[in-house]
């Protein structure tokens, strides 16, 4: 099977401006959790989606915001950005069914995203 | 708040030493733990599953621990070897399958 893929794996914006990522989970994956990951914060937890709902937020501001699509590809957005969002964002997708089903995540390589 | 704590942010071993890096967590009940490793830009990568009711999980020459009343999970490698070289996080799991929260990560150096 692929692995998650991410696009794109390197953007560089200028603050205010506003940046869309997206991630493709691994075929019959329904769950898809957006991080972010700084080295002084470490991972942090963005949202979760489950069949298209959300399913878990994290604490981070309004700006950010997702959406998963009925093909279970996700995207997050980020508007007006601010220096302190340069970060690796990572999006890990998972099964994600009910009952007995393995809850271990598969990361993509990740966005690195610098804002100047 | 939940918080998660893992021992150290570096840990220096030799190679065939056992390591033992410790995972500490406060305010949360998790249904499960996991463990992942993660390598320089890149993403982390799943290792192990401890669930509430288990004491114990091994794979190969890693073993994980989870003591509910301590509220700690161990994280061991035995006689390890220079390519395990990475740092290793510990993650929680609520009962929706969900990991809200990751340690920060011990970075494991052994050397030959």
């Known amino acids: 099977k692929a692995g998650v893929t991410q696009t794109p794996r390197y953007l560089i914006k200028t603050r205010g401006q506003q940046v869309t990522l997206s991630c493709s989970p691994i075929s019959g994956h329904r769950s898809v959790s957006w991080y972010q990951q700084t080295p002084g914060q470490g991972l942090q937890f963005l949202f979760e989606y489950f069949s298209e709902t959300q399913r878990n937020k994290g604490n981070f501001p309004g700006r950010f915001s997702g959406r998963q699509f009925s093909n279970s590809r996700s995207e997050m957005n980020v508007s007006t950005l601010e220096l302190g969002d340069s970060a690796l964002y990572l999006c890990?997708?998972?099964?994600?069914?009910?009952?007995?089903?393995?809850?271990?995540?598969?990361f993509g390589p990740g966005t690195r995203l610098t804002v100047t | 708040s939940q918080k998660i704590e893992q021992n150290s942010e570096a840990l220096n071993i030799q190679e065939g030493k056992t390591a033992t890096l410790t995972c500490n967590y406060t305010?949360?009940?998790?249904?499960?733990l996991q463990w992942y490793r993660q390598d320089p830009g890149r993403g982390p990568v799943f290792l192990l599953l401890i669930r509430e009711n288990e004491k114990e999980k091994r794979k190969e020459r890693l073993k994980v621990t989870f003591d509910t009343t301590l509220k700690q999970s161990l994280f061991h490698i035995t006689a390890s070897q220079p390519a395990d070289s990475a740092t290793y996080l510990c993650?929680?799991?609520?009962?929706?399958?969900?990991?809200?929260?990751f340690g920060k990560g011990t970075t494991l150096s052994v050397s030959s």
């Open positions: 305010n949360y009940s998790p249904a499960y």
């Open positions: 993650a929680p799991i609520n009962q929706a399958g969900t990991a809200l929260i």
């Open positions: 890990a997708s998972s099964p994600g069914a009910s009952g007995g089903y393995s809850y271990e995540q598969y």
